[in-house]
């Protein structure tokens, strides 16, 4: 780790007071700021609300530009949505703040379109309508991720009204498809290399802390390979009374095949598929130990009675740094009320492998295929079967030593009084890889968000502590993220002198 020798002077802290004072004076403003954009039903899911999507990028281009930032809002053109209809893509704001090159770069990642949410879903408020109860705020998109990405805006602006110096150059990078996919984006981060060849970090605050109370830094995420697996014996379904007992049956076939994948324990059965998978290191295991996780509370959360494994230990590093496989449907077969006696023609399983660092889509897919078609040939079946990968996300993983990670500890230290969890994401989070790998630039997942906001759900919400709190928690990461960028100029300057 960097020397702690470059930890807060007692100037920096009259700073951060001054700053962090001006932020609690100014909270109901920021929280107005935040009603303003929840109001807007920027759903990019729907067709229909595609306009909505488009009016909230063009209100926080105007934010950006009310910093003093220069904007670019650029044209992605459409998409063909599966009917053939066209549909304009929101743009993607450039935004930019800075450029002095002795201070170092940062490039902010947010999005400001929001899942589907209706009242009748469910909702005790309305999902458009940001309201406050026991000190958390209700709305769609209040935690996933208008509230992160005004809180950033927030602390920018807070710099900017007490007329302090910016301690960085800033970058925004805030689109509006991320929970349709991110069309567009990974294109625009390789054509824009102009406007990313300055940028030394990259963060993204669109992910939450894994309890309710303990921050928490993530620095890894798995991947994710989807697989269609699909078995066929002729153009028709047939009757099992006409054909039962004298035929292959493919959803037999399919069964088997699915049967095949993994075990009761949990552990895949494809051969080669944990070779590649990296060892547990004594530095790392270390991480898992001081987490903050109820193993109970997190029972009750998903409905089920007994999990694989019983300690925190072993349930987080299941969920994180080795691979699962999850089967997820049967297209073909009969699902509805009732019993329809029918042998279907032809059925498709489907199912995915959340790969890990160093384990290779490719090499998993081709593993998959042999597999089953290994399976399937010991049973001397006529149908056919067709093993097609549709989807396939690669796994991200970051240095927890980097100077981003030592700067956000400190920062949600002076903020919170606490070090922060460092944490991985079960799930795939496609973005931190995608600017890691076409920047080539360090990259950090910093959440302000708790475990129980809710994102995607209803009643999605972020608590007024968080949301002011860690508009702090970036007001000082400004602070120790050019400290730290400074020392280490500073000291390969005396390296290469000597």
Known sequence: LLSEAVMSSSSSSALETQIFQYIDVHQSDFIEDLKEWVAVESDSVQPDLRKEVIRMMALAADRLAALGASVNSVNLGSHQLPDGQDLPLPPVILGEMGKDPQKPTVCFYGHVDVQPAKKEDGWKTDPYTLTEVDGNLYGRGATDNKGPVLAWINAVETFRALKLAMPVNFKFVIEGME????????????????????VDYV???????????????????????????????????LHSGTFGGIIHEPMTDLIALLDSLVDPTGRIQIPGIYDSVAALTEEERKLYESIEFDLEEHKINSGVKKFLYGTKEEILLHLWRYPSLSIHGIEGAFHELGIKTVIPAKVIGKFSIRQVPHMDLSVVKQQVVEHLEGVFSKRNSPNKLKVSMPLGAKPWLADVNNPLYVAARRAIKTVFGEDPDFIRD?????????????LQKSVIMLPIGAADDGEHSQNEKIS???????????????????????????????????
């Not at 508009?471 to 730290?484: D, H, P, R, Y």
């Open 203 to 237: 963060v993204i605050s669109d992910n939450l802390w894994l309890s309710n109370n303990k921050p928490a830094l993530t620095y890894g995420s798995r991947g994710n390979a989807c697989f269609f697996v699909e078995v066929e014996c002729g153009d028709k379904d």
């Open 426 to 438: 079960g799930s795939t989070v496609p973005v931190a890889r995608m600017f890691q790998s076409v």
């Open 179 to 198: 929970e349709a996919g991110s069309l567009g984006l990974e294109k625009l981060l390789e054509e824009e290399e102009c406007f990313f060849s300055d």
């Open 464 to 498: 007024r502590h968080n949301y002011i709190e860690g508009t702090k928690v970036f007001a000082a990461f400004f602070l120790e993220i050019s400290k730290l960028h400074q020392h280490l100029r500073e000291t390969s300057s005396t390296e290469t002198n000597n």
